[in-house]
């Protein structure tokens, strides 16, 4: 069949007059075709291209393993016994026998001070105890002289048959006597005084020398030969001493989140920058009560109180034995420690991306999918109070949930978490009590449903988990 085309008889004059011609009609079918093509090419690669492409999934197998369960905090190491040493006396250096880091033994001599006012004091002293003793025999003759005396009127009034001496001669000669008395015990009283005063230089003497008090090293010397010391209300610290470096403490500061976890005698090992690639142990000696912010709030200084309450931060400090006998670690140090909180031997273990994992489209059986933009997503809500289809996605949320392939497609199964270290979780079977039925009569009847498909599946080991998903994406 021809087909034609009616052109208006002016439009045709007017080409003719020009020249021109009217286009053959099959010239604009293949333009139009043309068109049409572009049209579906550009809709294929938009639409249709992966329009038979499926998900792939990507899985990992349950398997069972050892879990432990750490908790990290940051302390410093001290000494386990550290002393400050001082002096109660005032005066000048006259010299010093230990330096820093030198190894001192109990009773050793480590300074003295310049004790020649203080043996002119001790020769004063004792001066004044022999002058006392000598006044205790002057009085002992005087008491014997008086008594004497005494006795002697008492045997003339006798022989004089009570006529002489008078009774008022006699009450003198027995005065004198309680009066030489007297001056016996004071003399003794002064005796013992001039003893306490001799004593007292002495032990100032005494501690003009000063000597350590432990077995353990120097870390600190703060004087030098000739230097004076004044000692005032507070006794000046000289020098500063560590017992036995071998056996160390770690003081380190657990967060309140972890501190419900973290016991007496629990193993941890630590790291110091100094030797970054070897591990030292430990273990829990002491998990003190009070937090940082109950001795901030003690202290006298309000400065520091300050400065440790304005973080908002609540740690307990928790000391951990530390055993160096090869001398590596020093005092000071800061240390970043693991303690084990929990391990648990051959335990079925699921990785902790298989429970972050949901495959899209799907959610929990009773809980209702969030709905917002993403306004919504970073602007917070008022707390609303829970319905009954809430209180049962809640119950959900309170289980471990995973998702398995079947028949290639997703399917969720429920567990009971257990304890779990950032990588894994431990697997542990569930628990349904009559409790739980009931609940399960209070849910939709679908998804009801679907909590007992779910809870009937089990994990094993060896049971491939969704980790991830990898869909196609549009060239």
Do not use: F, Y
């Given at each position: 069949m021809e087909t034609e085309t009616n052109i208006n008889p002016d439009v045709a004059r007017m080409l003719e007059a020009h020249g021109m011609s009217a286009p053959p009609p099959w010239k604009r079918w293949i333009k139009w075709a043309a068109l049409a093509a572009l049209v579906l090419i550009v809709l294929y690669f938009f639409f249709g291209r992966h329009s038979g492409a499926t998900t792939h999934y990507v899985t990992q197998n349950v398997a069972r393993g050892d879990l432990t369960v750490t908790v990290t905090a940051?302390?410093?190491?001290?000494?386990?016994?550290?002393?400050d040493i001082g002096v109660e006396l005032s005066g000048t250096v006259r010299e010093v026998n230990v330096d820093v880091n030198d190894v001192v033994t109990?009773?050793?001599?480590?300074?003295?001070?310049?004790?020649?006012?203080?043996?002119?004091?001790?020769?004063?002293?004792?001066s004044s105890l022999a002058s006392a003793k000598a006044r205790v025999i002057q009085a002992d003759a005087g008491e014997k002289e008086a008594n004497a005396n005494y006795q002697r009127l008492l045997k003339v009034r006798e022989?004089?048959?009570n006529k002489l001496p008078s009774q008022q001669d006699l009450d003198v000669a027995e005065a004198a006597v309680a009066q030489a008395k007297g001056e016996s015990?004071?003399?003794?009283?002064?005796?013992?005084?001039?003893?306490?005063s001799l004593e007292t230089v002495l032990t100032d003497l005494s501690k003009a020398e000063i000597r350590s008090p432990i077995n353990g090293v120097v870390l600190v010397r703060s004087i030098e030969p000739g230097q004076t010391v004044a000692s005032s209300l507070q006794a000046p610290v000289l020098f500063t001493l560590a017992e036995d470096l071998k056996k160390m403490e770690?003081?380190?500061?657990?967060?309140?989140?972890?501190?419900?976890?973290v016991e007496t005698g629990q193993k941890a090992t630590f790291t110091v920058d100094a030797f970054p690639n070897r591990r030292f142990n430990a273990h829990i000696t002491q998990v003190h009560f009070a937090s940082?912010?109950?001795?901030?709030?003690?202290?006298?200084?309000s400065s520091s109180a300050g400065s440790a309450t304005s973080t908002g931060v609540v740690t307990y400090e928790t000391v951990l034995e530390v055993d160096n006998e090869d001398l590596l670690?020093?005092?000071?140090?800061?240390?970043?420690?693991?303690?084990?909180?929990?391990?648990?031997?051959?335990a079925l273990l699921i990785p902790n991306a298989a429970l972050r994992f949901t495959p899209p489209g799907e959610g929990m059986p009773g809980a209702q999918q969030s709905q917002g933009n993403a306004l919504s997503a970073i602007m917070p809500r008022m707390p609303r109070r829970p319905n009954a289809n809430q209180q049962q996605g809640n119950t959900a949320r309170r289980m471990g949930r995973a998702w398995i392939l079947e028949n290639g497609k997703p399917a969720l199964v429920m567990f009971r978490?257990?304890?779990?270290?950032?990588?894994f979780t431990q697997v542990l079977p569930l628990q349904q009590g009559p409790e739980f039925e009931e609940r399960l009569k209070n849910m939709p009847p679908e998804v009801a449903e679907r909590m007992k498909q779910a809870m009937g599946r089990t994990l094993e080991d060896g049971t491939p988990v969704i980790v991830d998903a990898e869909v196609p994406k549009k060239s």
């Open positions: 940051t302390g410093n190491l001290e000494p386990r016994n550290q002393v109990k009773g050793q001599l480590l300074a003295r001070l310049d004790t020649t006012r203080l043996n002119a004091q001790v020769l004063q002293a004792r022989l004089s048959n015990a004071a003399a003794r009283a002064a005796v013992d005084q001039a003893q306490a770690l003081h380190v500061s657990v967060d309140e989140a972890d501190v419900g976890s940082s912010n109950t001795k901030s709030s003690s202290s006298s200084s670690l020093r005092p000071g140090m800061t240390a970043t420690a693991e303690i084990v909180t929990t391990s648990i031997q051959d978490p257990g304890a779990t270290d950032g990588r």
